[in-house]
């Protein structure tokens, strides 16, 4: 029998072809890379960012931060809620603003269900892109039921508008949303019974491949998911609690291979994980005010001589902003770092060396990259 | 913690601005700044998180903000340095830890400063940009935009000179 190895074709004559992987192609997202090939085998990869570079960081310069609370949606757009979040702790921790309880809760819900449909979308992508087209169906279809949680909840099914902003929540909970919420849980159960299905044909696509070791892990700045399939425990949650992460009883799941493979499965345990967590909050949502006091939605707010940085564990890793406010009411200087930016910069570079040329639709989507927070 | 941050204290006399939950402000001399990222790294911060940079007009600065963290100690280190407007220059760290090389390639795209030792400052987000460094508080973006793709004289463009 033929093995993989006999069946590439090798460079006899040191002969190299360059192509590009995207923009356009339709695995790749608005993101290209290009690719130097000897025979059958990459020799060189090179990424080419900056098709979704809008310039975020100036753009907040100019604006204030009910504006810019609405511009924080469009970083991600994968995972929207994840960087409203981040800029509203931003903004809280640079003005020492305190937020009521409830919203909280509400948060961190609100985050574990965008976690969910986040990682969806990455099953539905990276079935697509390793030929098993099902997946992707299904993966999207069960994500539109957390979609129409978002509906009900922030007015908008992708994009919230600055539902969480600083100083708390922009409205209130619907009446008995909660029942509704556990319901698209059993839903999310069901996606995922699919997923965990062993399917021989995708983990022999999968297992083995893109094979990235904790030492490259660490030194190229691999973050989340991408850190702890390499077999380093470490989650923003854990380790630098922000919200009620503290409170919350939950785990983090460790995979030690590093191959794409793994990095699929540990996506499958964190949307589990995140049904474990947010089912602890549903029945305990206090009672109480969603947004601080003092805070007036859409009235100028005077930003302080001070900087803050934060950060969180969003569903792709690291997510951080650094703030800088100058006493007026925009920022003086906004930073963001995408966990995408690493993902996608160094660690596909190095993942793509040596790969083969059936192998990089793979090895790119099982990073779980988004193009958007790594341009910004 | 606080052993090592007297240690950075007397050894590179680094001033301490401000501590709070899991982090610590500091600011440097950009000289020091390849010695203490060494110490730093062999004393547990082994994870570059992120590297910022702000335009400080008025003082004719520009001021560097990197981002440390300790899985170890939990905490997060941002040191601050300032470099020149005129000359801004400063070590890459990317031997020390490579993460900050694409960070630090970023910020030659976007402000200009140079990062002395970085293997690849090649262009990253920006194609064929010949205009200054876009992230700078000097730079009009409006005015540059003007010039460059519009046209006074054209009817349906009139509008972008009021």
Known sequence: MKT???TIINNSKNEYQEFLFGPAHPGSGNFSVKIKLGGE????AKSDPGYLHRGFEKLMEYRNIWQNAALSDRICVFEPLAWNLLFAEAIEKLAEIDIPEKAKYVRVILIELSRIQSHLIWFGAFSSASGFDTGF?????YRDYILDIFSIITGGRVYPTGFICPGGLRRDLPAKIEDKILKVLDKVNEAIFYFEKEDPVFKS?????GVLKIDDAIRLGATGQVL???????DIRKDDPYEIYKKIDFNIPVLKQGDAYSRFKLGILEVKESIK???QLLDKIPNGDFLNKNIKIGMPFILPKNEAYVRNETARGEGAIYIKGDGTINPYRVKIKGPSFLHLIPVLEFLLKEAEIADIPIIYWSLNGCPADMDR | MEGLISKIKSKFGAEILKKEKNQIWMKINNKDLINI????????FDFFSCLSAIDILENNIIELVYHLWSQEKKTILNIKTEISREKPEINSISKIYTASQIHEREIHELFGVNFLGN????????EDWSGPAPFLKDFDWREYVREKFYNKENENEKGYYN
Request: include cysteine.
């Open chain 1, 4 to 6: 993989k190895k006999d």
């Open chain 1, 41 to 44: 085998k990459v020799v060189l």
């Open chain 1, 137 to 141: 169906k299904i993966a999207l279809g």
């Open chain 1, 205 to 209: 696509r999968t297992e083995n491949i």
């Open chain 1, 228 to 234: 702890r399939a390499s077999g380093f425990l470490q």
């Open chain 1, 277 to 279: 967590i947010i089912k």
């Open chain 2, 37 to 44: 990222c060494n110490f730093l790294k062999e004393n547990g």
């Open chain 2, 119 to 126: 293997s690849d400052l090649s262009e990253l987000f920006l």
